[in-house]
């Protein structure tokens, strides 16, 4: 069956860097464009929108309604001559805030939270992580008291080693099911709502477009696209990615360092 739509991550994955599209990558849509004009291409992400339109413009300039999934599928936008329209939005509740703020204090952990008004973050504490993050997403940062309740998408909560990781994940998995957690990149825990994930961003968009999920392909390397991987037919890994999400994927490529992108779409949309 034939590719109608690209799905593609961006750090690890689409980006050669994190402020680099790889040349090969965008040579290669820009085939997809000229050759096969219908197939949709989709921008799927843990990022804000702000860190990701700056992309989004690069990569989708010839589509006539580009579209971008953020915070794991917390945002669904659509991008018609550079405006910007949020299609759906799913931010935690005020109770799922307070759980995650009183579990990052029981733990000592430090958090960085992305506002519902995608211009504000909040944290509870200063680092060396926040600090790159303040400076990389460009963001308004606030620091939150322990039982101050904001509207948010998304948290990171930073993990203090990778040998925690697992034991912080499994405790919140227990203690918090209403909540969709995710490991990325450093030993840090992604947290959603339950049932927001790339996924379910993905699923949205392909229902409004009548796309089976055999008629998709999905590009990514880390644990937030793992249930993306599981939902299409063709999940296709970078070469640098988690072993688990290999491990279930379709396919694996080269890695985002050596065009991995490219070389999947030519492999299952072009050839």
């Known amino acids: ?43 799927a992400t843990g990022r804000a929108p702000n860190s990701t339109i700056k992309h989004a413009k690069k990569l989708l300039v010839e589509q006539k309604a580009g579209h971008i999934i953020c915070y794991n599928g917390g945002n669904v936008i659509s991008l018609v001559e550079g405006k910007e329209k949020i299609l759906f939005e799913k931010p ?8 995650i703020f ?21 944290i509870n504490s200063c680092s060396f992580k926040i600090f790159i993050l303040e400076n990389f997403n460009k963001l308004k940062v606030k620091k939150v008291t ?23 994940l ?33 699923q949205f968009l392909a ?12 590009c990514g390397d880390s644990m937030n696209d793992y249930k993306m991987f599981e939902w299409v037919k063709y999940g296709v890994a970078m070469g640098n ?12 490529a080269t890695t985002n360092k050596k065009g991995g992108v490219a070389d999947a779409i030519q492999k299952y949309v072009l050839s």
Not at 175 to 189: G, Q
Request: overall charge positive; glycine content about 4%; aromatic content about 8%.
């Open 241 to 252: 990615s988690r072993p688990e999400l290999k491990a279930i994927a379709y396919d694996v």
């Open 170 to 202: 499994k405790e919140l998995t227990k203690k918090y099911p209403d909540l969709e957690l995710a490991t990325s990149s450093h030993a840090v825990i992604e947290i959603n709502p339950l049932g927001v994930n790339k996924a379910s961003g993905l």
């Open 146 to 168: 322990d039982n101050q309740i904001v509207s948010l998408y998304k948290v990171l909560l930073f993990c203090k080693n990778k040998k925690q990781e697992p034991l912080i």
């Open 207 to 218: 229902n409004k477009w009548g796309i089976k999920p055999e008629e998709i392909l999905a």
């Open 1 to 43: 069956m034939a590719i109608k739509l690209i799905a593609l991550d961006l750090d690890g994955t689409l980006l050669k860097t994190k402020w680099k599209i790889h040349r090969k990558n965008l040579e290669m849509i820009k085939r997809v464009y000229q050759e096969k004009p219908d197939i949709k291409v989709v921008i």
């Open 102 to 122: 009183a579990f990052a204090k029981k733990h000592n952990l430090k958090f960085w939270a992305y506002g519902a008004d995608n211009q504000t973050a909040y």
């Open 92 to 99: 935690l509740s005020p109770s799922q805030v307070k759980d």
